[in-house]
């Protein structure tokens, strides 16, 4: 086979054989495929896109490309994967409740891709983590705390590794196939007993409008579960930021309100709709509703937090972090308040560009190579159905240098929609797929 033969079918709208796929992931990993022949065979599925059992195909050898983990734990193995959105830090809780709860927690995470921010990109905001185990470092914290989230060594899932760097920079994120066979292809070499999916929907997720999400949701749990994977998954709104804050810094300072009973909302609600139905699929609660009291409870109690002290102390991170968050996050040296310019209702959010915002104050990537600054963002953004008077903040920029402020200030002001009357607000939590 060759790439140019493939890529040939591709651009005239032939399905590629499970045999041709199965060629392309080999080739992504032993870097047989050059950047721009990725980036061709990223495009073309992006246009033409997959059938089913394309996609399957591709899922399992993106898989099958690199090493598969096997546990001999005495409880189960589970995890979570969010199809991304924009403030979007419910990893950061819900693994180390989870592990409160009794299950380990193998979170093999991901960087920012698009508009929306990266698992480890946030971590890595905390000084000293290191987000980059091997395989016996990650069976260790794995085995001592209960959860560790790491990135996907060159072991693990080499093919996605190529693919997902190559997505971010030819704006071929937002393909069905390619999110469903990057997300599980890893997920599925983490030797998984049981996973949950967070499928967002609305104005900061890739999937704009339900019927999109569904059908997102659907392909994920029909291939994981044809994989072997027990996999259910939640549709979950992103028609504004999850938390009021965006940027990596700024994003674990949300968590870490949460963990310690400063504030829930949202953040909490989500953690515990997606553990509980991981913890009842475990057989570990008698049904998600139960399930979700458990992950509530640990959150409460402080378990949760003392276990996400415990995976921070483990990768490097500062022993006392969880008591002295506030000490160790890096702080941007230009804040601005964005004030409205008229008095209203708050009844659109544009999440989409308020992430876009963030990684041009370089809290993201515009190319791979691109270094982020973990201290920029956005902070203290004003929610769905708020009503804002003249003069009061929108939200609060913080930027490395006046200019890029200038740019993030209009960019929240051209987000966010003032108008007569408040909204009607969208469910959190839509629907569930099994």
Same mark, same amino acid.
Request: proline fraction near 4%.
């Given at each position: ?45 992006? +246009? ?28 189960? @193995? ?37 508009? *929306?921010?990266? *698992? ?16 016996? /470092? ?6 001592? @705390? ?15 590794? +190529? ?67 027990? *996999? /259910?998954?939640?549709? *979950? ?7 009021? &804050? ?56 402080? +378990? ?74 956005? &902070? ?32 929240? /002001? ?5 108008? /007569? ?14």
């Amino acid at each position: 086979m060759s790439a140019r033969d493939i890529l040939a079918k591709l651009r005239h709208d032939q399905a590629l054989s499970v045999d041709e796929l199965t060629w392309v992931a080999g080739a992504l990993a032993d870097q047989t495929l050059s950047d721009a022949q990725a980036g061709a065979f990223a495009m073309g599925v992006c +246009r033409n896109g997959l059938d089913q059992a394309g996609r399957v195909a591709l899922t399992r050898a993106m898989c099958a490309s690199g090493q598969m983990l096997q546990w001999d734990l005495d409880k189960p @193995v589970l995890d979570k994967h969010s199809t991304g959105g924009v403030g979007d830090c419910v990893s950061l809780v819900l693994a180390p409740a989870l592990a409160a709860c009794g299950v380990y927690v193998p979170m093999i995470s991901g960087r920012g891709l698009g508009h *929306t921010g990266g *698992t480890l990109d946030k971590l890595e905001a905390i000084p000293g983590v290191n987000v980059m185990l091997d395989e016996a /470092r990650l069976r260790d914290v794995v085995g001592q @705390v209960g959860c560790a989230i790491v990135g996907a060594t060159g072991d693990i899932a080499p093919a996605d590794k +190529r693919l997902y760097a190559v997505r971010d920079v030819t704006s071929t994120v937002d393909s069905l196939d390619l999110i469903t066979a990057s997300i599980l292809s890893k997920k599925l070499a983490a030797g998984l007993d049981g996973l949950v999916l967070d499928v967002k929907v609305g104005s900061g997720a890739f999937m704009k409008d339900i019927a999109a999400a569904r059908e997102l949701a659907q392909a994920l749990v029909g291939t994981a579960n044809a994989a072997g994977c027990p *996999t /259910r998954a939640i549709i *979950t709104d992103m028609s504004q930021p999850l938390v009021p &804050s965006l940027g990596n810094a700024l994003e674990v300072a949300e968590v870490m309100k949460v963990l310690h009973g400063i504030e829930a909302g949202p953040m909490v609600e989500i953690c515990g709709a997606l553990g509980g139905v991981l913890l009842a699929q475990a057989g570990l609660a008698k049904d998600a509703d139960a399930g979700a009291a458990q992950i509530v409870a640990a959150i409460a109690d402080g +378990r949760a937090a003392e276990r996400f002290g415990a995976m921070i102390a483990a990768v490097g991170g500062p022993v006392q972090f969880v008591e002295n968050w506030r000490r160790f996050l890096p702080e941007a040296t230009v804040m601005r308040e964005v004030t409205a310019q008229t008095s209203g209702y708050v009844q659109a959010i544009d999440a989409e560009a308020l992430g876009l915002a963030v990684v041009a104050l370089g809290g993201g990537r515009m190319v791979e190579s691109d270094p982020v600054d973990p201290a920029v963002g956005l &902070s203290d953004v004003v929610r769905l159905g708020v009503k804002v008077e003249k003069g009061q903040p929108l939200a609060v920029v913080h930027a490395a240098r006046p200019a890029q402020a200038d740019q993030a200030e209009a960019a929240v /002001r051209g987000a966010i929609s003032l108008g /007569r009357g408040a909204p009607n607000l969208p469910d959190l939590i839509a629907e569930q797929v099994t």
